[in-house]
C-alpha cells in the first residue's frame, strides 16, 4: 500500500514515457552540474525508483497519473552515509514533489505549482 500524508493514493497508471533514466539538471532554482551524476530512473511498471548520487543509492516508491506524482519510502541502498550536500537537499525535494510535466525531453517536478526540480533524459 501507498501512502501519503497518511492517506492511501489510488493507484492509478503513470504514462509509460515517465519509465526513463533522468539526469538532475536543476534543484530549488539552482544549476546542478552534470558532472554531479545524479541519475534517477524511473520503473513505470513496478511502481518503483533508484536514485544514483556521487555518494550513494537510494530507492522507494512513486505513483503518478497524467499530472500528480508522489514518491514515498525513499532509503539508502548503499552501506556507508551519504554526506553530499546535493543528496541532503534532493531527498526532500522528492518526498514533497506533487506534480510533474513534460518539456522538450526533460521531466519538471513541481511543488504547489512552483518548479522544485528538472530532469533531462539521458539517450
Known sequence: TFF????PIAVAEAPARLHDLWGLKMLAGVPVNPAEGVVLELY???QRFLLSTNGA???GQFLADTAWIAFAK???ITPQKDRTSLSRRLIPVLRQAD???FKKR???LYRRQKLVAQF???D
Do not use: F, G, H, P
Open 120 to 122: 533531462i533524459k539521458i
Open 106 to 108: 526533460q521531466l519538471l
Open 57 to 59: 543509492n537510494y530507492e
Open 44 to 46: 513505470v511498471a513496478e
Open 99 to 101: 506534480r510533474w510535466a
Open 74 to 76: 525513499i532509503k539508502s
Open 4 to 7: 501519503t500524508a497518511c492517506r
